[in-house]
């Protein structure tokens, strides 16, 4: 039993300070935004990183297995303008509701760029860690059932701040 | 002449692939290989040139060689750790 002599606090200070590790907060759930994310994060694993992703709001989009979101009417109305899922999202610029993505789509493959699911599927092999925000999936009425199963458990700021201050480099996407 | 050839232990095949992905199947490739293992890669994307030699570095990898053979980018790599 601990007594209160033997107890120590531990303090910032004892926490191994930058530690081999990256970690990212993937804000945009543009396709061109995910897919440097997903760049970075797969490179930075594959040079021997511990990888963190944290997914919030349209980030959300790229961890999404497709499935139609919300419970309410906006909630509903949200699931259906705007849709989760690798294949699904589109370029911050030039999309043309849909053309855009297509054309992208297209160049990608003539040039034999990995796509976003490959890029997905890549990450999940290297071990990079998917951590969904839980307040963001509340406000835009995602259910746990509507991520792809290769997520943590939803989590919180404090979460992805312990992760960050033991992180060598942090990115915000 | 008497200059040590290194042979490879596994030859990887990364012609057509670009960022991030010849990287990405180097490193598994070596995560599978064990320690002392010297692995060929053959790629035609011309980044590799700085890519390969910064992954030795950051994941403490031995580069043995790299070189350019016509379209073609050449190099060894021996797992270390």
């Not at chain 1, 959300?60 to 294949?87: A, C, D």
């Not at chain 2, 490739?29 to 035609?44: D, P």
């Amino acid at each position: 039993m601990q007594t209160a002599t033997q107890f120590t606090v531990q303090t910032a200070s004892d926490i191994k300070p930058q530690s081999n590790k990256l970690s990212m907060v993937v804000f945009s759930g543009d396709m061109d935004k995910v897919m440097a994310a997903f760049i970075i994060a797969t490179g930075a694993a594959a040079s021997g990183m511990d990888v963190t992703m944290f997914f919030t709001f349209w980030g959300l989009k790229s961890i999404q297995n497709g499935k139609l979101t919300g419970q309410g009417l906006f909630g509903r109305m949200l699931g259906l303008m705007n849709r989760g899922g690798m294949s699904t999202i589109g370029p911050s610029r030039f999309n043309f509701g849909g053309m855009g993505r297509w054309m992208m789509k297209t160049m990608m493959k003539q040039k034999n760029v990995a796509s976003l699911p490959e890029l997905l599927a890549t990450a999940q092999e290297l071990g990079v860690k998917m951590m969904p925000c839980l307040m963001s999936m509340e406000v835009l009425e995602i259910g746990t059932d509507k991520l792809i199963p290769a997520t943590t458990a939803p989590v919180g700021v404090a979460t992805f701040i312990e992760e960050a201050a033991g992180s060598k480099v942090t990115l915000f996407i | 002449m008497s200059t040590t050839i290194t042979k490879p232990d596994q030859v990887l095949d990364l012609k057509g692939l670009l960022c991030p992905m010849p990287i990405v199947r180097l490193s598994i490739a070596v995560k599978k290989a064990g320690v002392g293992a010297v692995l060929e890669g053959i790629a035609t994307d011309p980044g590799v040139m700085a890519d390969v030699p910064a992954w030795a570095r950051q994941s403490g990898n031995e580069l043995v060689s790299i070189k350019q053979q016509g379209k073609e980018y050449h190099f060894l790599v021996k797992k270390t750790k």
